[in-house]
């Protein structure tokens, strides 16, 4: 069995595979921080279901872990290695991943990122973009076999607080997945402020992907076929007018896939 540990912004998500098949993810809020020991504790409950046999328990196999969250890295490191009597395998852009980098600075792509491309590459050939609508919305786009870059804008959620602290009289605004995707599709024309809020993010956060799409085909001459994967994916899929295709767990499977190449 491999654990899979995706360290974002918003959450520290966890994956266990076993025979190349997700068996179950885990998702812990990042804040509050936490001393390791909890972070150990709530994994090992985790695991337990999935550990149990008659005769003994299933032993991991190794861990992959990403993270764009330095103080964590440390903590939730030291919590898997516990579990798995061996230190994880951080995520870098130097490992074997199957994709070259066409980049000037490699080692500053979010290994996330990274873990995304290799995971919609493995998925749906090439050219192929994976689109990530978590606390910052990225893209990442490869052709051929290279990663050629992308673009970052502010995730939703990022934008609604944004809004709210940055101006004297734009209220607070629940953007969260269970509010918006729980309601009728928001109209465009907002009839008050808080709606308003919500058509210029929701709305313009489509219409931004869509129209960086449009433009990276253009610059690298090919037609991009699109995978889209983050917290916020469930709520931005209804806004999409351009054909894509739903991988809520990209990254985890990325980071599989860069497991089994390097060990």
């Known amino acids: 069995m491999l ?33 390791y ?5 709530e994994i090992k409950e985790f695991l337990l279901p999935f550990r149990q046999s008659p005769r003994r328990p ?16 440390g903590l ?34 979010g290994t996330d990122r990274i873990a995304n491309a290799v995971a919609a590459y493995n998925l749906l050939g090439s050219p192929v973009i994976a689109v990530d609508f978590g606390s910052a919305t990225t893209l990442s786009a490869v052709k051929d076999d290279t990663f050629i870059g992308g673009s970052i804008l502010p ?27 729980g309601e009728r599709r928001p109209s465009a024309v907002g009839k008050d ?19 960086l799409v449009t433009e990276m085909e253009h610059e690298a001459s090919c037609n991009f076929k699109v995978v889209i994967t983050g917290g916020n ?3 931005m899929a209804r806004f999409l007018r351009r054909g894509f295709r739903m991988e809520p767990d990209l990254t985890l499977s990325g980071l599989r896939l860069i497991y089994e190449r390097n060990t």
């Open 193 to 211: 402020t808080p709606s308003c809020m919500v058509s210029g993010i929701i709305y313009g956060t489509a219409g931004a992907v869509e129209r």
């Open 37 to 41: 020991r909890a972070y150990e504790s």
């Open 58 to 73: 299933k032993p991991l196999a190794g861990v992959a872990l990403s993270s764009v969250v330095p103080e964590l890295s």
């Open 233 to 235: 994916a469930g709520i």
């Open 76 to 109: 939730i490191s030291k919590a898997v290695a516990n579990l798995s009597n061996s230190d994880p395998l951080m995520i870098t852009a130097s490992m074997n991943t199957g994709l070259r980098f066409d980049l000037s600075k490699p080692f500053d792509v």
């Open 3 to 35: 654990l899979a540990v995706d360290i974002g912004n918003s959450f520290i998500t966890i994956g266990l595979f076993s025979d190349a098949i997700l068996r179950g993810r885990l998702k812990i809020p990042v804040r509050p921080r936490r001393p």
């Open 155 to 181: 995730g939703i959620s990022l934008m609604a607080e944004a809004l709210h602290g940055g101006t004297a009289l734009l209220p607070p605004l629940d953007i969260s997945p269970d509010r918006i995707s």
